[in-house]
């Protein structure tokens, strides 16, 4: 059976502030069709995506219309989980108002759960959407057992004192002979003996950041039956086209001061009660920028009015 692999999408009708796109939805659905070509050209079987397909869960009519009409012109099976992204207050229990709700109730996917569903003979799909627990499976001769996740797994950190399950190990830790991994937006593949565990990486570059300035879209396939795995990279645009550069020098003044306030919270042990109160203090006290203290007073407005319901 051959499988191919989309990574996490973030499908919007709204363009993120450092790009120049004039229609940013219609680019994604260009780097989808291309995908698809892709597929065509490797005879996939099916499809499976690995979450965040969309950007946000309040996302516009005209796009899932969209989509729904792209997937159902497509005749291969379209398999996924959801992301946070795709739900609210990314909460599972929020699910059923989510935008992927609306596709699979027009039966232009199928979003995969723990209990696993077989999509050829002798091929099971588990799914692990953000949060959720990871199925546990028994190795049987003759049977290949896939598992696709979106969790925090990645090959290097993307700042200071991120936490990240390894690949590698996580493979280790888990029996499946193939776990295809989203959330994490860059691309890895490894190896333990005939066993895969790949991530082809975002659909596309949102940002000026320094990862993603320098990732190269692509897509997967993976063959259950010769047990090996190719992909194939997106025709882009060079950055300088689509991107609004000039506003690279903030992001990094950002990231910096964001590093740094990653080290006080390490000193300082942020804890107890009154933990509000002492991360402001190290924000007025260390001199952090501006964007850190906006960014953490809406998140405080944010959780008062939680609080408050």
Known sequence: MRLGILGDA??????????TDEDYFQTQMGKLDQAFTFFDEWSCDCIIQVGDLFDRPSTDNEVKAQLISFLRHCSLPFYCIYGQHDISGHSADTFYRSPMRVLQEAESLEVVGQTGIPIASG??????SFRQPIPEVEPKDGLFNILVIHAMIGSRPLWPGQELKNPKRFLQKHSFDLVLCGDYHYSFQEQVGDRWIVNPGCLVRKTVAKWDLAHEPMVGMFDTKKRTYKTRKLDVLPVEDVFRLETSKKAVGDSEALDKFIRSLKENKVKGTDWKGSLHDIIEKDGYGSRISHLFDGFLAELAEMEDK
């Open 10 to 19: 973030h499908f919007s009708g709204r363009r993120p502030e450092s790009r």
């Open 123 to 128: 091929v099971d799909l588990y799914g692990a």
